[in-house]
């Protein structure tokens, strides 16, 4: 079975050929980052119609670099929610028209699914059940993970995703958008004992996050500090950030009796992250599984590596196109082993 996969939740176009005994075959991926980056957040407008500028040439240049054929693809799977619904649309109505003139079915993706199930496209894949941490632009979620497509939420986040508050906090420092990544550069060089954040909802029992208050308080701390302080206050607000994901991540693994974690999403790639949450695992005897890079970012292997178990398990998509802006990942069916 080949399955081509298309990601067009938000501000990157991502492709993919995924094959069911040889693997990922060739991957593509468009970021609109330079794009939106005047305006300082995704403009869903331009997102859309640049969608619909690169679908389709990505679509070549991975049939290219995989020595495939359009004629050999068996099923086409897409990203269905959540994200910008113009965005979506694009993504579903360029793969639902390829799957009906191919004759092959097609299947709308649940996009955060997409990120938990990245790390299986890594050599040493976890097994279930795991935890699994959840975390992007969009999203700040806890997940249990009984098998693949059977999950249980955890905790998720009350007000700002945890990507979302590195890219407000990095633009009030000046830093551009995306600003997540130059966040993180710049707090290498800052004083990690200048400043001190909270860490929000640690010191009450449960998992679900807010991150609004860190992002105030780096308002606050800004408006008296002044630019100077840039990189400290990045160091602070970073180290808070990933504290509170730590303290987190540990309730859940210690609440559910599960030694597997899994991270995923584009602030799994954040280096200070990773590092905490593997000194934390090793503590409690426990595992912690990353994609790489390339796979934390939004990306159409990811889709297409859902869709082919949910395709293989006999699910499809009927004519019509699915799109959904909101979407619960508890709300997906289970999935039937092939």
Same mark, same amino acid.
């Given at each position: 079975?080949?399955? $081509? ?13 995924? /094959? ?14 330079? $794009? ?13 119609? /640049? ?65 938990? %199930? ?15 941490? %959840? ?6 979620? $806890?997940? !249990? ?14 007000? /700002? ?6 890219? !407000? ?23 990690? +004992? ?44 970073? +180290? ?32 200070? $992250? ?34 082919? %178990? ?19 990942? /508890? ?8």
């Amino acid at each position: 079975m080949l399955i $081509l996969g298309i990601e067009t939740s938000c501000d990157e176009t991502g492709i993919a050929l995924l /094959d069911a005994h040889r693997g990922l075959l060739a991957h593509a991926l468009h970021s609109q980052a330079s $794009l939106h980056a005047e305006y300082g957040g995704v403009v869903p407008e331009l997102a859309s119609r /640049d969608h619909i500028r690169r679908t389709l040439p990505l679509l070549r240049q991975v049939l290219d670099q995989a020595g495939a054929q359009a004629s050999q693809i068996t099923g086409v799977a897409y990203t269905a929610g959540p994200g910008l619904m113009g965005a979506l649309m694009v993504g579903a109505s360029v793969a639902r028209s390829l799957a009906w003139s191919w004759g092959v079915p097609s299947l709308g993706i649940h996009h955060m699914e997409g990120h938990l %199930l990245a790390p299986m496209l890594e050599p040493a894949p976890p097994a279930a059940p795991f935890v699994a941490l %959840l975390v992007s632009g969009g999203h700040t979620m $806890l997940v !249990k993970v009984s098998r693949i497509g059977c999950y249980t939420m955890l905790g998720e986040t009350l007000d /700002d995703a945890v990507g979302e508050a590195f890219d !407000k906090t990095a633009l009030l420092l000046g830093l551009g958008y995306p600003g997540g990544p130059a966040l993180a550069r710049m707090a290498e060089s800052g004083d990690p +004992e200048r400043f001190r954040f909270p860490r929000p909802m640690t010191d009450r029992p449960g998992l679900d996050f807010s991150f609004s208050g860190v992002k105030t308080h780096a308002i606050q701390i800004w408006r008296s500090a002044g630019p100077d302080a840039r990189a400290d206050i990045a160091r602070a607000f970073e +180290e808070a950030v990933v504290d509170t994901l730590r303290i987190k991540c540990q309730r859940a693994l210690q609440a559910s009796g599960l030694r597997t974690l899994v991270v995923a999403g584009g602030v799994g790639a954040n280096r200070r $992250l990773r590092t905490a949450l593997q000194a934390m695992a090793a503590r409690h005897r426990a595992r912690v599984y990353f994609p790489r890079p390339e796979f934390c970012t939004d990306n159409g292997a990811m889709i297409a590596y859902a869709g082919l %178990l949910r395709i293989q398990g006999g699910q499809t998509d009927g004519l019509g196109i699915q799109a959904r802006a909101r979407w619960r990942l /508890d709300e997906l069916p289970p999935l039937e082993r092939p």
